[in-house]
């Protein structure tokens, strides 16, 4: 046994793992690939703006260490700066001299004004700068800090060693690192919208064939049309060419195979219908030919079922069933039986239309022959099975006949006519098809209910 389905089923997860995988591919690329770019950008940005941050505050330092003299071992710097920032109390812009020590305040500008030294000050190695960050009140601040030492002028003096430290407010910093993360993460937003619009108009043109040629093919199993139509793809082209041989294969086949059974049942049926009208032939000798007949009726009839077909085509079964009604109310027409029919009108039969006469047909006639004065036919489908429901109101089937009517000979002792394959038919079909079927009392009309179910999709046989 190989596990198979059908080749819409087969299509439908094929195009649905593609789409899976297409748009997989599109939400790695807006929802991962995208963002990580916004990340990026924005770490390198806050880079690029703290290097900048650096230089200025290198700019401003050798600035003020050169308005810097020593008069009589003291630093001395002008009152007033040059940038406006240092002479206004508290302006986010600060300079301080300390000893190395770091104990000592030797000069600061007006802006510190107010403020404690912080306790963290670096100290960085004589003639080296050290940049960082350090809170000032509570708030965060940039530091440049420099030491430098100036010669005494003479002789035999000490020299005067003291740090520069430049600090400045990181809030400017922060509000345009801000600025810039919501333009940037805007941008991307609409880049990313339009990505999925371009992406999902791809991913569309992409399926479409794709997509119809899921649609053609079910219209070939619901039996719509004929065959699949052109004007693919070139991938997909030769795929349609092949399928179109397949079926186009298999149909003829199909019906070869049964015009050659058909005229070997003529040939065989023929003598034995000559050896049966001999009046001269012994009575016993009457029953092995009877016996013979009834083997090759139900072995052609088997022969003839297509369940293990190449290919399967849906037939819709409710047009098939008012037939058959028709057909048997004709023939039992002297039993004026009342018969309903509940039917759902988009239920289908996966297989073989003559397959599914066969089935039901012998299930009507053998309903026909031991209901009294009514029965019932019901058919239901749904996404994994359809089921036949017939039920008479006749004398039913004993428990012990339940199996054994289902066995080529066999009939219920309700049936008086026929050779009693019918059944028998059925059965092989079912299991041709990996049906099931049971038998029971109707609860509705007190007769026999006989119950089939046959599966949609099933495995083949090979």
């Not at 022969?303 to 849906?314: E, V």
Request: proline share 4%; hydrophobic share 40%; net charge negative.
């Amino acid at each position: 046994m190989t596990d198979t389905k059908s080749e819409h089923q087969h299509w439908q997860w094929l195009t649905g793992s593609l789409k899976a995988r297409l748009i997989a591919s599109a939400v790695l690329l807006n929802l991962v690939l995208l963002p990580l770019i916004g990340v990026t950008l924005a770490d390198a940005f806050r880079v690029q703006m703290t290097d900048a941050v650096k230089d200025e505050l290198s700019a401003t330092l050798y600035g003020i260490l050169a308005l810097t003299e020593v008069q009589q071992g003291k630093l001395e710097l002008p009152q007033l700066l040059q940038d406006s920032q240092f002479n206004v109390d508290q302006s986010g812009l600060y300079a301080i001299i300390t000893d190395n020590d770091q104990d000592d305040v030797l000069w600061h500008s007006q802006s510190f004004i107010g403020f404690s030294l912080p306790d963290n000050l670096p100290t960085p190695p004589l003639g080296e700068s050290q940049f960082g960050e350090i809170m000032l009140n509570g708030k965060p601040h940039f530091i440049l800090s420099f030491s430098a030492s100036f010669a005494s002028a003479s002789p035999g003096g000490s020299d005067l060693p003291f740090c520069v430290h430049i600090l400045k407010s990181t809030n400017s910093f922060e509000a345009t690192q801000q600025e810039f993360r919501h333009q940037l993460w805007r941008w991307l937003a609409l880049l990313m919208l339009a990505l999925l619009l371009i992406q999902g108009g791809w991913l569309w043109w992409t399926l479409k064939p794709l997509a119809r040629f899921r649609s053609e093919l079910l219209a070939v199993q619901q039996g719509k049309q004929q065959r699949l139509g052109s004007h693919y793809p070139l991938e997909l082209e030769q795929v349609a060419k092949q399928l179109n041989t397949l079926i186009s294969n298999e149909l003829n086949q199909r019906q070869r195979y049964r015009n050659a059974l058909s005229d070997l049942a003529h040939s065989l049926k023929t003598p034995l219908a000559v050896l049966s009208s001999i009046k001269s032939l012994p009575a016993e000798a009457q029953e092995p030919i009877n016996n013979i007949n009834t083997n090759i009726s139900h072995q052609l009839k088997r022969a003839q079922a297509a369940g293990n077909s190449a290919w399967y085509r849906s037939v819709n079964v409710a047009p098939l069933a008012e037939k058959l009604l028709r057909t048997l109310k004709k023939i039992h027409q002297q039993k004026s039986l009342q018969v309903n029919l509940h039917t759902d009108d988009e239920a289908l039969f996966f297989g073989d239309e003559a397959d599914f006469s066969e089935i039901l047909g012998n299930l009507l006639d053998n309903a026909f022959k031991a209901a009294k004065n009514q029965l019932t036919v019901s058919i239901v489908s749904d996404k994994q099975c359809l089921r036949l429901l017939v039920e008479d109101d006749g004398s039913g089937v004993d428990a012990q006949q339940r199996e054994r009517i289902f066995q080529r000979g066999v009939r219920a002792d309700t049936y008086k006519q026929g050779h009693g394959i019918g059944l028998a038919i059925v059965k092989d079909l079912l299991h041709s098809y990996q049906g099931s079927w049971q038998i029971d009392t109707s609860p509705t009309l007190g007769g026999a209910r006989f119950s089939v179910t046959l599966p949609h999709y099933r495995q083949a046989e090979v």
